[in-house]
DNA sequence: TCAGACCCTGACCGATCGGTCAGATGAGGG
DNA sequence: CCCTCATCTGACCGATCGGTCAGGGTCTGA
């Protein structure tokens, strides 16, 4: 009685979670999650109602965190909002790296989708504040390679330790970002172009 | 005369990598790129042996850069690897980022399949020479990031000229990666101040 | 005892996929 | 003229996809 939902549908979850992270979203058909799982596909679609909302039902811890960061990131600008970001995403993408690894490149396809159309938006808003809300070329280019290189990253070392993954990843996010609140000019270099 | 192939050919081609860059390999089928070319689908598996074969045909002149690459890292280690990859993964990602789009996240499971068998290794040896042959987690964790993200960045930044986006990768790359000790100095390359 | 909620299933659906095949078309050369 | 060959196509194939549906167990509370 306990039990409002039968333990299948964690079993399903749990499947579903370990197919999507090993052969994608696309790639994985509710047959394969079913055959993990010894059930058929049917049963798989009693306990959710489309392929999408397992999916939307797997990340949604994940983007729950991520929307509470993007609050926290709603007042802030230029060094402060950088700050927060680095730490507030390398913290998402460590603790969540299992939810990441199983979207595995396919986020562009997925975010179109409309049950994900919001993740866009924030996730253009913390590459802002990544980039410390700069519009210098270099800045933004810098914020989408230590995003993307972060997210995949963490999908990748799946089996490293937290405690390893997370300051490596802050060490080089400190080292990689530009701080954007120093008002004195850079010493030349070779982007040094205006635009 | 002088026409061994139709002029089809080519265009299934660029329709193809059109629709590639924007659906994904998976994403996109034979009768889209037919339909975009304007001829049946047959025609499309008429010049090309099949859906494979035509991604092969897409990447095989970045393929060919990387496995040149690939050659000249082969004798390097420590410092001098840790550069030449650098500049030359750069340069390459760059030049190529039309290639890298097209791919968009779908690596892993395009790697697995067997004409793209050696990319694989090719990929992690390049990640080796990227952290300095070192076996630092730290070291490895932000070869990846920065692999991936140049990866990422490229081809989201399709639109941006390249001698904006390679001077900006190429500065990050300087300010990210951690020396490994450099074993004996080389010889002046084009651009091998340190920052 | 029995109605009904819950859980699960095989059979089936229409759509779409990559790929095959026999044949239509048309230009060129003997 | 006809034969050859490259090009192209519609029709078709088997497989697989996500999803539906009617119905069969099993448990429980009235």
Redesign the pocket.
Known sequence: ?ARA??E?HGEILAAAARRFAATGYRG?????IAREVG?????V???FA???ALLAELMAPAIAVLQELDDRLAGLTGGAAQQVAAVGFVDLAVRFRREIALLRGEFPELLAQPAFAHIQQISERLRDAFAGHSDRPGARIAALVLLAGISEACAEFVDVPDDELRPALLALVRRAVEPVESPQPQPPTTEDKES
Chains 1, 2 share one sequence.
């Open positions: 009685m939902v039968s299948t994985t058909s509710l047959q394969d059930c058929s596909k049917a049963t679609l009693y306990h489309n392929k999408e």
